[in-house]
C-alpha cells in the first residue's frame, strides 16, 4: 500500500514529492524547503535537517519518512526509525540519484510517473557535450575553505557537465601545490559576498613566493 502521510526532511527530496504530484500526502517538511514557495508558506515544518522537531513529527503521525545519510543526523533518524517507516537514501553519484527517484516513486505510488521524470532527466543529459573534460574545482563551503571530493554526487554532475573535478584523486590539502599544476575553472555553490572572499583568499596564495607559477593559472568563476 502506498504512503499516504509522508514527511520530507530534505530539501531535495521534498521537490521530488511536488514532481510526482503528493501535495495532499505530504503534510510535514523541514524550514530548509523553500521550494516549491506554496508548500513552504502552507505544510507543517518539522525543524531543520539537522535539527528535527522529533515530537511534532510523532503529532504527524506519517507512515514515512523521506531522509538521508548526508543532510541529517543519524541519531535523530535512528530514533524515528523506532516509530515510523524511514527511508534513507544514500546518493553518490547520478545514477544512484536515479535509482533513489523511482524507489521513491514506488513506495509513495507514482511509480509510472517517476520513471517518466528519469527519462526526461537523462533525455536532457544526453545532449551535453562532455567528451571533452575542463578541469575544475567545486567549492561549498568559505571558512574553512572546502571543495568536493571524487566520491560525491557533486562531482558525478561536473562529469556529465563536461568538467574533470581536479580534486577527484587529489587532497585539498595540497591546495597550493595543485594551483601550480593546473590552469582550471572554480565552480561555487555560495552566496556573492562568500565568493569574493573565497576570491580574496585565493589571490593572497598567488601571491606567495612559493606559489608564483600561478600566474599561469587561468580563474573562471560561475555560480551555481
Not at 543532510?71 to 553519484?93: A, C, G, H, W
Not at 521513491?104 to 505510488?109: K, L
Amino acid at each position: 500500500m502506498s504512503a499516504r502521510k509522508i514527511i520530507s526532511v530534505v530539501p531535495s527530496l521534498t521537490e521530488l514529492l511536488f514532481d510526482l504530484g503528493l501535495n495532499d500526502e505530504v503534510v510535514g517538511i523541514t524550514k530548509f524547503c523553500v521550494h516549491p514557495k506554496e508548500w513552504f508558506r502552507t505544510k507543517t515544518r518539522i525543524g531543520g535537517t539537522k535539527n528535527l522537531n522529533i515530537e511534532k513529527i510523532k503529532s504527524l503521525q506519517p507512515d514515512l519518512i523521506l531522509a538521508n545519510k548526508e543532510e541529517n543526523v543519524r541519531e535523530q533518524i535512528e530514533e524515528l526509525k523506532k516509530y515510523f517507516p524511514v527511508f534513507v537514501s544514500d546518493i553518490k553519484t547520478v545514477k544512484d540519484a536515479f535509482s533513489g527517484m523511482k524507489k521513491i516513486g514506488d513506495m509513495v505510488g507514482r511509480k509510472t510517473k517517476s520513471v517518466n521524470l528519469v527519462e526526461e532527466i537523462e533525455r536532457n543529459f544526453s545532449v551535453l557535450n562532455n567528451e571533452i573534460k575542463r578541469n575544475a574545482a567545486y567549492f561549498i563551503w568559505n571558512k574553512p575553505m572546502m571543495s568536493v571530493g571524487g566520491d560525491t554526487f557533486i562531482s558525478s554532475m561536473m562529469e556529465l557537465a563536461g568538467f574533470e573535478n581536479i580534486f577527484k584523486k587529489i587532497n585539498f590539502k595540497i591546495f597550493e601545490r595543485v594551483l601550480n599544476l593546473y590552469s582550471f575553472i572554480i565552480l561555487f555553490s555560495l552566496s556573492l559576498s562568500e565568493v569574493r572572499n573565497v576570491k580574496r583568499r585565493l589571490f593572497f596564495i598567488i601571491l606567495l613566493p612559493s606559489s608564483i607559477t600561478i600566474f599561469s593559472c587561468s580563474f573562471t568563476i560561475i555560480l551555481s
